[in-house]
């Protein structure tokens, strides 16, 4: 492909006509700069590929963070017609409910910063991390079952935070229409010892600190502050999630012959809403979906003890609390304009964020008049972001936009890219102190193998689907 096969529709908005057998066309969010680098991989075409599906509706939707992924491109949203649609585990991703959540804490900057190697050497710790790396807690398959029932209110019910952190997570922390009889033996198994766990690759727990305010309204509704010190976790539903996707995207391969689906890529295997298998795959990536919001509460309350331990201070004295949590790899039944009126469909977001408007049902009181707190981390060498969702989000994007700054480059260049370089040193000179599982692991995760998020979040604000709130600065951060 190549910029002449798109044509722009606005400052950040190009769209791909439908051709051959795309039911709708795709857009791509992306400034004119941008669009040179995202033509280097394949993505636009899976882009294209998933206008292809049945019952899909208004258009294939790729954020500007957008990449190859296996059947949707991450940075991809598709909704579906809830009567005649499909459901796509590729749609999902292998990490379902890998997301962010963002805390802020009493603290500033100057408190802290005496202790950030201490700080990140218990926290690495603290919180386990790693490929199939395991933690303290050892569920048992009952005990899982509860998990995937209640999601993160099993973590609080069993001492990991406050029931107060529930109300500033998506869906509360727990969605309904989970089903434990539809999850495989294996996934059980692995789901058993990796509560409380990071994992591995770009999963992360960042310290940093609010070093810029773009709106001071928003910001102070969510009680950010310049100099502020903040968290970010980043993580998913670790080989639990994995085996889930993986359990379903072979029943999904016999689907589409079952039900004479044609696909222009076989990674886009799906299978109709309301049959055995997408109500069975509904069921089962709904308790993964679960299984990661209990992951992420347990990781927030080690961090905060490790806060209290190398500051050697009362966890009232760090004040942390959960700003917002936000899920990336998911698929939701949402309402949603179509063709002027509003409709129920399935909306799956890979590699992007939900972000509702102002007043949109299904975000806390609090953020009522500012909309809905979108997460946007970047690189462990460059900054994060806070936005908000927005009204022409809800029109354009089923109300969703970016999600992180977007590989660049492949792991395998990066560790080129990497080669004979110290990178935790280099990061060190700059005031970031990092630790990871292996040098491998940082020299994947370098800086140059992402884009710069700042442009990523530029286009979104650009285009009109977030607004820039606040820009945070990473100080220490562990890796799996």
Request: charged share 25%.
């Amino acid at each position: 492909m190549n910029k002449n096969d798109f044509k722009q529709i606005g400052p950040a908005l190009w769209e791909i006509p439908k051709t051959g057998g795309m039911r709708v066309p795709a857009r791509i969010y992306a400034t004119e700069n941008m669009l040179e680098a995202i033509l280097q991989d394949k993505a636009p075409e899976q882009a294209m590929n998933v206008a292809h599906l049945p019952g899909i509706v208004n258009f294939s939707l790729a954020m500007p963070d957008i990449h190859w992924g296996y059947g949707f491109p991450i940075g991809g949203v598709a909704a579906f017609d809830a009567e005649d649609g499909v459901i796509s585990p590729g749609g999902v991703g292998y990490d379902i409910n890998c997301g962010v959540r963002l805390m802020a804490t009493s603290l500033t900057q100057q408190q802290i910063k005496a202790q950030l190697q201490n700080l990140v050497e218990e926290l690495f710790r603290t919180v386990p991390t790693g490929v199939g790396k395991g933690g303290d807690i050892v569920a048992s398959r009952g005990d899982l079952q509860k998990v995937v029932a209640k999601g993160a209110d099993w973590a609080v019910e069993h001492g990991f935070g406050s029931a107060a952190n529930l109300e500033y997570i998506e869906e509360n922390g727990c969605i309904d229409g989970y089903d434990p009889d539809v999850v495989s033996n294996q996934a059980w198994e692995r789901g058993k010892k990796q509560l409380g766990t990071l994992g591995s690759g770009n999963h992360f727990l960042e310290v940093g600190y609010v070093a810029e305010i773009f709106d001071e309204t928003a910001a102070a509704t969510m009680g950010l502050y310049k100099d502020q010190i903040t968290v970010i976790i980043h993580c998913g539903s670790r080989g639990f999630g994995y085996q889930v996707c993986d359990d379903y995207l072979s029943i999904m391969d016999k689907a589409i012959k079952k039900y004479d689906i044609q696909l222009p890529d076989r990674q886009l295997a799906c299978a109709p809403l309301h049959s055995k298998e997408g109500k069975d795959y509904f069921g089962a990536m709904r308790c993964a979906v679960n299984y990661a919001f209990a992951n992420r509460q347990i990781i927030y309350a080690l961090t905060e003890k490790a806060f209290t331990k190398v500051l050697k201070m009362k966890s009232r004295d760090v004040g942390m609390r959960v700003i917002y949590e936000v899920a990336h790899n998911i698929a939701k039944y949402e309402k949603h304009k179509v063709d002027g009126k509003m409709k129920k469909v399935c909306v799956h977001r890979k590699g992007a964020t939900r972000a509702f408007a102002p007043g949109a049902e299904g975000i806390p009181a609090q953020y009522a008049k500012i909309g809905q707190p979108v997460l946007i981390p970047g690189d462990m060498g460059r900054y994060s972001y806070v936005l908000v969702g927005t009204q022409q989000a809800m029109e354009e994007t089923f109300g969703s936009t970016c999600h992180g700054a977007g590989r660049a480059m492949s792991r395998t260049k990066a560790k080129k890219a990497a080669s004979g370089r110290n990178i935790a040193k280099e990061l060190s000179e700059r005031g970031i102190h990092v630790l990871g599982a292996s040098r491998r692991t940082l020299d994947e995760e370098i800086s140059e193998a992402y884009k710069n998020v700042s442009h990523v979040v530029d286009a979104c604000a650009t285009a009109g689907i977030s607004k820039k709130v606040a820009k945070l600065k990473p100080l220490c951060c562990i890796k799996g």
